[in-house]
């Protein structure tokens, strides 16, 4: 039928919301778009305007496969309860049929336009709204994030310690988005994992081992630290294990994720007893 389709914005999937929303509840961003659809087609076909809709954040998780949810969407202000009762402020806006009849109006008169001609006074007009669009978007085109929960979530899941992308990322916000040489940093997350990598080197080999410096106390006690919190963030890994979706604690690893938490447990031993050493 022809009233059986929703909007959905260009700039929905980049939105601070919908990054907020994924870091709350550790799934990337395109999954949370999927969800949202989901739910925006149920409020579509169950509301006139999204409001008054009689269900709970129980049946908000459940509908969308997803635990917490539902609370996630009500910390964004995506969502109002009051009273048990569960409402989409500004769903009106988009959605709903007089909405739907106003984009189908700006669609009509776009083509109208179009077919007649495109003059340059209007092609000026486009340029400069894309410009605008552009500057409103500018840290997710240039691969760069917009907060620090956002530089986390940009990594994605890594042994990479959250702190360690966050204080980074307060670094950079702070001067300017670039390296060491002075070019601009264009895609986050190889810059963090470049950054770790160096991070993380042993002090070198061969002529080089032979002038480098001891490391120093606190430099072992820090890699200690963030090797136990790589031990926690395994923990929450779903591809160390073979149970998808909700788990419970008694849970056992994969294959995969006891050789990955044997293999930091042992770096940690050795570091522990570098420490003892010095």
Known sequence: MAGDWIKLEHATPDKPEVVTMAAQLDIDQDCVVGKLLRLWIWADQNSVDGNAISVTFAFLDR???????????ASVGWIIEQNGVVSMPNFARHNGESAKKRALGRNRAI????????TKPLQKRDQRREEKNRTQTQGNLSGL???RKHAVAMVGETEIPPDFIGDIFESKAATQFV???GIPITDWSRY????WKKNSAPNGSGRKAATAKPESPWS???????????LENATTRDDFYDIRGARLSTDPMNAKGKAHVADLRKRRAELKKQLAGI
């Open 145 to 147: 994030p917009l907060d």
């Open 63 to 73: 509908y969308t496969f997803c635990p917490g949810f539902g609370k996630a969407l």
């Open 179 to 181: 390296d060491g040489a």
């Open 111 to 118: 083509k109208a336009r179009n077919a007649n001609s495109v």
């Open 192 to 195: 963090i994992r470049a950054r």
């Open 220 to 230: 072992i006690k820090t890699r200690i630290e963030e090797i136990g919190q790589q």
